[in-house]
């Protein structure tokens, strides 16, 4: 069974612009949920999707949206991007709805640099 | 508000020797908890959780944790260390039941001595 992917793996861009990540969860998953990792803040929630809609929400500026498709592969969007969004996001799929059974695979992350 | 802490930020430990590493975590309700670790060039993976029953929880790669209420802590433990293990571990409260809406600690950097 193939794993999470994440694409791109590396990305660079400049302050104001915007930015689309994309993660496609393990086939079966219905829940993708994305994470920010930096070295001052470590890793922070940033949302949850399960079949399309938003569950769950992290607090983060209204910068960061996200969205998520029929077949669950979700993307992540930054506009207006700054200096302190360069990170490396990370996505995790689960199936969602099993409760206490559920096990979250994480993909290997988006490295976004903003210059 | 639900909070995770790792007071050490970085371990070394002795290949063979015993591991202990702390979490304490602020939660009003029944805590869903969850050990992952982080090795340089992988993607997090999950070494335990712990939603309920039984308080000691047996894990991958020959990890345990113990849940204890009374002092708010989800410390992880292995017997002895092998060189692989060096990492970063990470400690996790869930938002939710399902578990996919995680609150992680800061993290502790394992390092082996060999």
């Known amino acids: 069974k193939a794993g999470v992917t994440q694409t791109p793996r590396y990305l660079i861009k400049t302050r104001g612009q915007q930015v689309t990540l994309s993660c496609s969860p393990i086939?079966?998953?219905?829940?993708v949920s994305w994470y920010q990792q930096t070295p001052g803040q470590g890793l922070q929630f940033l949302f949850e999707?399960?079949?399309?809609?938003?569950?769950n929400k992290g607090n983060f500026p209204g910068r960061f949206s996200g969205r998520q498709f029929s077949n669950s592969r979700s993307e992540m969007n930054v506009s207006t991007l700054e200096l302190g969004d360069s990170a490396l996001y990370l996505c995790?799929?689960?199936?969602?709805?099993?409760?206490?059974?559920?096990?979250?695979?994480f993909g290997p992350g988006t490295r976004l640099l903003v210059l | 508000a639900q909070s995770v802490t790792q007071p050490d930020i970085h371990i070394t430990v002795s290949e063979g020797a015993s591991l202990e590493l702390r979490c304490n975590y602020s939660?009003?309700?029944?805590?869903?908890l969850f050990w992952y670790v982080q090795s340089p060039g992988q993607g997090l993976q999950l070494l335990l959780k712990?939603?309920?029953?039984?308080?000691l929880v047996q894990g991958i790669k020959g990890f345990e944790a113990e849940f204890k209420r009374s002092q708010s802590s989800f410390n992880l433990r292995k017997p002895s260390v092998h060189w692989s293990d060096a990492a970063e571990y990470f400690c996790?409260?869930?938002?939710?039941?399902?578990?996919?809406?995680?609150?992680f600690g800061k993290g502790t950097t394992l390092s082996v001595s060999s």
């Open positions: 995790a799929s689960s199936r969602g709805d099993r409760g206490g059974q559920e096990t979250q695979y």
């Open positions: 086939s079966g998953h219905r829940s």
């Open positions: 999707y399960f079949s399309e809609t938003q569950r």
């Open positions: 939660y009003g309700a029944t805590p869903y």
């Open positions: 712990y939603f309920s029953g039984d308080t």
């Open positions: 996790a409260v869930g938002l939710n039941q399902a578990g996919t809406a995680l609150i």
